[in-house]
């Protein structure tokens, strides 16, 4: 039986004063699995990514996660956002090694691994700055080492190279994949970039609040 990190069933989200997000939106998310979410701005690519991070309720239908330790709330789920997410008072790496003490390893172990994923994505030289003394491109990739060190299931990135040029995004997202390939976790994108999206082995678009999802794997379409 396949396993299941995420459903959602006819979920739907709206906001006072904006109306409908999203609408009657259904779809599974298994292990080892890349995903490209796209769609105009505007269209809820955030939303739906911060109701699949339980940060966010629907406002009806159903999300779970039902092999991610709890019913209501996901444990191993990692969220790199758009923009600025590093905790101020904290320099780049211990940012980076909180994710690690978070998921229960030794002070040693997170400040050896906060290095390691720094030097994965090219910021090793910013490490003991503060948030605010880098650029928004060393924020995002310090944000990507952050979601990796924490060892999740299911990694969440916001336009995860807006803020890079075509160079450095590149190598970014080529460490970002290495990350994820060979374990068990499964990656979900909201991208502009087709560059980005057509690295990914499926494809969901966002479009008036509905959900079209292609690609292996994937059972359910939302708004049909």
């Known amino acids: 039986m396949r396993e299941v990190l995420v459903r959602a069933e006819r979920v739907n989200r709206r906001y006072p004063g904006t109306g409908e997000v999203l609408l009657d939106v259904s779809f599974e998310i298994g292990p080892r699995e ?4 796209s769609g105009p701005s505007g269209s809820g690519k955030s939303t739906l990514l911060h109701l699949v991070g339980g940060i966010d309720d629907p406002s009806s239908g159903t999300i779970e996660w039902p092999a991610l330790a709890h019913p209501i709330r996901p444990g191993p789920v990692a969220l790199a956002f758009q923009g600025p997410s590093l905790l101020a008072p904290l320099s780049v ?14 002070d040693a172990d997170a400040t050896r691994d906060a290095d390691e994923w720094l030097a994965r994505f090219g910021v090793d030289d910013v490490a003991d700055r503060l948030p605010e003394e880098i650029s928004g491109g060393q924020s995002q990739r310090a944000g990507l080492a952050r979601a990796l060190a924490g060892r999740p299931r299911l990694v969440l990135a916001d336009e995860p190279t807006g803020q890079l040029d075509g160079a450095t995004g590149a190598a970014v997202l080529d460490a970002l994949l290495d990350a994820i390939h060979g374990t068990e976790a499964s990656l979900v994108v909201a991208t502009h970039d087709t560059n980005v999206a057509e690295r990914m082995a499926q494809r969901w678009m966002l479009h008036d609040g509905h959900l079209e999802t292609q690609g292996l794997g994937l059972i359910a379409t939302g708004g049909s």
Do not use: D, P, Q
Request: proline share 0%; hydrophobic share 60%.
């Open 34 to 37: 890349t995903i490209a979410l």
């Open 93 to 106: 790496r211990e940012n980076v090694a909180l994710a690690t003490l978070l998921a229960g390893f030794s």
